[in-house]
């Protein structure tokens, strides 16, 4: 079936390391975003991405680390600097005309 | 500058038609609107789309005047399965110069 994963679905880790977010789709989209969305508040687009090696700044970025080396994939890397990484990340995927996007099913980041 | 203005909320009642109207005073000529709807811990999972004039599918209706100012979500017959946050979002293709941006959304309740 087409769609877009991500995994897992809920993650933990302690203060103070990195941790890496997987998303891929089977779409052909070439575009690609990645959202953090705080209980109770709207989706606040972090990076997003249009074509394979190329990728752009969204409204919250600062502590955030993204990669596109393949199309069916992007990355998301939360790091140390990020100050409340705990949220819950939504990634997804568009064509470049098209301003349907298709949504995984989330990632549930808890850092204690 | 917030792309769209959206009320906070809105309470229904089974069977009624609901309507949800969405400020975009900044859209540009190449900006398309689409509305998405968000469950609780869940991707948002796209509606409906228009350009102008009125669109309409399986599950909505959208309306959009002349200035393309504003836009409108009708929802007929609602449920208690419609209850749910109901995004509007402006932009273009693929993101454009952007990224897909969305909006606090509205958290649409319907009661029986």
């Known amino acids: 079936d087409g769609g877009i994963t991500q995994s897992p679905k809920y993650l933990f880790r302690k203060e103070g390391q990195n941790v890496t977010l997987s998303c891929e789709q089977n779409?052909?989209?070439?575009?690609m975003y990645w959202y953090r969305q705080d209980p109770g508040q709207g989706l606040r687009l972090i990076y997003y991405?249009?074509?394979?090696?190329?990728?752009q700044k969204g409204d919250i970025a600062e502590g955030y680390s993204v990669s596109r080396e393949k199309k069916e994939s992007f990355p998301l890397t939360v790091t140390s600097a990020q100050k409340n990484p705990t949220a819950f990340y939504l990634c997804?995927?568009?064509?470049?005309?098209?301003?349907?996007?298709?949504f995984g099913q989330g990632t549930r980041l808890t850092v204690v | 500058l917030a792309k769209t203005t959206q009320p906070i909320s809105m309470d229904s009642y089974e069977g009624q038609e609901v309507n949800i109207t969405c400020s975009h005073n900044?859209?540009?000529?190449?900006?398309?609107i689409t509305w998405y709807q968000q469950f609780p811990s869940q991707g948002p999972r796209f509606i409906i789309q228009?350009?102008?004039t009125k669109v309409t599918n399986e599950v909505a209706s959208l309306f959009i005047p002349a200035d393309r100012k504003s836009s409108t979500l009708s929802l007929p017959r609602v449920s208690l399965s419609d209850t749910a946050v109901y995004y509007c979002?402006?932009?273009?293709?693929?993101?454009?110069?952007?990224?897909?941006?969305f909006g606090k959304g509205t958290h649409l309740i319907i009661q029986p």
């Open positions: 979002l402006v932009g273009e293709g693929g993101g454009g110069a952007d990224g897909l941006t």
């Open positions: 779409l052909n989209h070439d575009a």
């Open positions: 900044n859209i540009a000529t190449n900006d398309y």
């Open positions: 228009g350009y102008k």
């Open positions: 997804a995927s568009s064509s470049r005309t098209n301003t349907e996007a298709f």
């Open positions: 991405s249009q074509i394979v090696n190329d990728f």
